[in-house]
């Protein structure tokens, strides 16, 4: 059932699979991708995490820590088409690659643990791929481990992920004597013998017959619901045939009202050529897509998957190596070939193509040119970051590129050797190029570089990066999170008059403020407001509207730093209600200026709270160490919101203030001996104990 990544695609256009794997940590993605390598013939030998010689966790340090910290594009051939795969992370610290591989890819995998279900950070890449309209199907993972059981997952994901589960495979076997699965469209068994690399095809086991055919007539009832010509097949003929089946699995999955449920064991090599038959059969090509839009002179335009069409790409990773910079793009239109020149919009530079490459984690096939629906890196542009557009220079398109999440936690970095600070520069530089999610700045106060990112995990894997890849000696800060600070009772009426005359024409604005709490955004933690809204109730004139937008501009200006400790201000709602012009010095700029001063005033006057991150911790440990694990987390200020008993082992919830875990999995593993683990979520920010906080104006 191998096939080679060299083989003819019979029509390149509609053979084609961008596809991501998403999943939880240690739900087996990594896992998976490289059974699908191997079960393409794109290898010869099963690569192991836990041995460390698997194709796409490739660096140094996802070898030694055991998990994904980068995402790695693969290629591999399946029945005639090209799946381009690429193997994201599970950790929530690493969620900025998540997200700019889901806004290049056309479907994707998702991958869930047989005994868990869905877990926090699958439920958030589930979500994540929502709002870019990704299809999805899934595989349940792991059907061999004590306590799998493949109802129990399903459920999980109609209950908290709430599509439509269609499933289509029934297992064979459980827990150990897991074997094969019964295939509920075509009716018939595939088994994989131990150690064994071929599935053996065969009709369904007697034992399983009757409960095959009362799942077969679930799935169909199931798709009749959601599906208009399988609904009408079902009336006229109580039943529904595969072949309808299909054509309606593939319709649901793609609209996004189903997903189709597969299983199996990828550490033991079941499941993975029905996986990938699925993909093929329901998940979308490049054409199958809507037409990327773009922008080019202020006017929206469409750009349809077709190799005739001028060219856009979208660069969505950047890898700044020893030996070159490889530039990831995804083609969405159009051709691009070596050695051509084209435009990088945003940047406004033009850039040239020196060779083009087929990605195969850190090695790479060299390619003479790309069309339309291809994953491939570019070596020759020298400046264009991720999200960054690639263009034909005749035919500019910008594309909207992936959303960057802010940083939340941050540490002082300095070189140990004075010698050594130009080189320290110039790896942060090279760093931040790589992962836009990290920020280097310098804080005015003390001097001091601070790198910024997701998370303490995140950023101990960047220092640790300068540290292997420059050999530099660094001291590193301790942690500290990123807070904001809000109105908590505003003011009414606040005056600021700004007049300014040193000769020559002067500046004159006239502004009354209020300042009043936002309304609380119901998808914030505990309620708490985010975002800031300006309106302007001036009537008469008083102002024209040129000098309200200067208003609105300095208002936020003022934002950036809050009168508490200099931390963004967010959660309130500005109204300009009164104000008044001079003849000759009145300007926007003045105006401008009257807007940032006036709010920082008003500020001051105000009643502020400061508000600090909080995550969701979800801790998996043993049944006797669970009193010891909530004595901590209550001393961490953590608020248990649930807990679940699985086989051997306790689920706890609860909502941690980001800067109480530092150094938390370190004391999670002294209080389990070693058997303890938690994942993350960001929920958003909470009011953080201070004297702020119960009311105080801060003067």
């Avoid at 939880?24 to 993605?29: E, L």
């Avoid at 509207?545 to 963004?568: F, I, M, S, T, W």
């Amino acid at each position: 059932m191998r096939t080679n990544l060299d083989r003819h695609l019979t029509n390149p256009r509609t053979a084609v699979r961008n596809l991501g794997i998403l999943a939880h940590v240690d739900a087996g993605k990594t896992t998976v991708t490289e059974r699908i390598l191997y079960v393409t013939g794109t290898t010869h030998k099963r690569g192991e995490v836990h041995d460390g010689t698997t194709v796409t966790d490739f660096d140094s340090q996802e070898r030694d820590r055991g998990i994904t910290i980068f995402a790695a594009a693969v290629s591999c051939a399946w029945d005639g088409h090209r799946i381009n795969l690429i193997d994201t992370p599970g950790h929530v610290d690493f969620s900025d690659e998540v997200e700019r591989s889901l806004r290049v890819l056309d479907g994707a995998i998702a991958v869930f643990d047989a005994v868990a279900g869905v877990e926090p950070q699958s439920e958030s890449v589930w979500r994540r791929a929502d709002r870019h309209g990704v299809p999805r199907i899934a595989f349940v993972n792991k059907l061999d481990r004590a306590g799998a059981d493949l109802d129990t997952a399903v459920e999980s994901i109609r209950e908290r992920l709430h599509p439509a589960p269609l499933v289509v495979q029934l297992p064979i076997g459980t827990e150990d004597a897991f074997t094969g699965v019964v295939d509920l469209l075509r009716m018939r068994s595939l088994v994989w013998a131990d150690g064994g690399d071929t599935v053996e095809e065969g009709p369904v086991p007697e034992a399983l017959r009757q409960e095959a055919e009362r799942r077969r007539g679930l799935l169909e009832e199931a798709v009749a619901e959601l599906h208009p010509a399988a609904l009408e097949e079902f009336c006229a003929r109580s039943t529904v045939s595969a072949a309808t089946l299909a054509a309606a699995l593939r319709d649901l999955t793609r609209t996004g009202e189903g997903v189709v449920v597969l299983c199996g064991s990828a550490y033991r090599n079941r499941g993975i050529e029905p996986l990938l038959d699925a993909a093929v059969a329901y998940l979308p090509s490049p054409l199958d897509v809507p037409a990327v839009r773009g922008t080019h002179g202020g006017t929206v335009h469409e750009r349809a998957a077709d190799p005739a069409a001028p060219f856009a790409g979208l660069v969505f990773k950047v890898n700044a190596t020893a030996t070159g910079r490889l530039t990831y793009v995804r083609v969405y239109s159009g051709t691009v070939e070596k050695g051509e020149a084209v435009r990088d919009v945003g940047a406004g530079r033009t850039e040239r193509i020196g060779r083009i490459l087929r990605v195969q984690a850190d090695r790479y096939a060299e390619l003479e040119r790309a069309v339309a629906g291809d994953i491939v890196a570019l070596i020759g542009p020298k400046s264009a970051r991720a999200g960054a557009t690639l263009s034909a220079a005749t035919a500019p398109l910008l594309l909207e590129p992936p959303a960057v999440a802010d940083p939340v936690v941050s540490v002082a970095v300095e070189a140990r050797r004075s010698t050594d600070t130009e080189r320290l520069v110039s790896a942060l530089a090279r760093l931040v190029e790589e992962d836009p999610s990290l920020v280097v700045r310098t804080d005015s106060e003390t001097g001091q570089t601070v790198l910024s990112g997701m998370g303490e995990l995140h950023l101990e894997v960047a220092v640790e990066k300068i540290r292997r890849a420059h050999g530099l000696e660094i001291g590193v800060g301790r942690p500290k999170v990123a807070c904001r600070e809000t109105v908590v009772r505003g003011v009414s009426g606040h005056v600021h008059r700004h007049v300014k005359q040193d000769g020559g024409a002067g500046q004159f604005a006239h502004v009354v403020l209020d300042v009043e709490p936002l309304e609380a955004d119901p998808n914030g933690a505990d309620g708490s407001p985010t975002g800031f809204a300006f309106r302007s109730t001036v009537v008469g004139g008083r102002v024209p509207q040129e000098y309200v937008r200067a208003v609105e501009a300095g208002c936020r200006d003022a934002l950036a730093e809050g009168p508490l400790g200099g931390h963004p201000v967010t959660g309130l709602r500005v109204t300009l209600t009164d104000g008044a012009t001079h003849p000759k010095d009145s300007s926007e700029m003045a105006f401008r200026t009257a807007g940032r001063l006036a709010l920082r005033e008003a500020l001051r006057a105000s009643a502020m709270v400061l508000l600090e991150p909080v995550v969701e911790v979800t801790v998996t440990v043993p049944a006797d160490a669970v009193g010891g694990v909530l004595g901590d987390l209550a001393a961490r200020r953590g608020r248990v919101s649930g807990s679940l008993t699985r086989v051997g082992a306790t689920v706890i919830t609860a909502t941690v203030p980001l800067a109480e875990l530092f150094g938390y999995a370190t004391r999670l593993r002294s209080r389990t001996q070693g058997r303890g683990v938690f994942t993350t979520r960001p929920t958003g920010y909470a009011p953080a104990p201070s004297p702020a906080s119960h009311g105080t104006p801060a003067r």
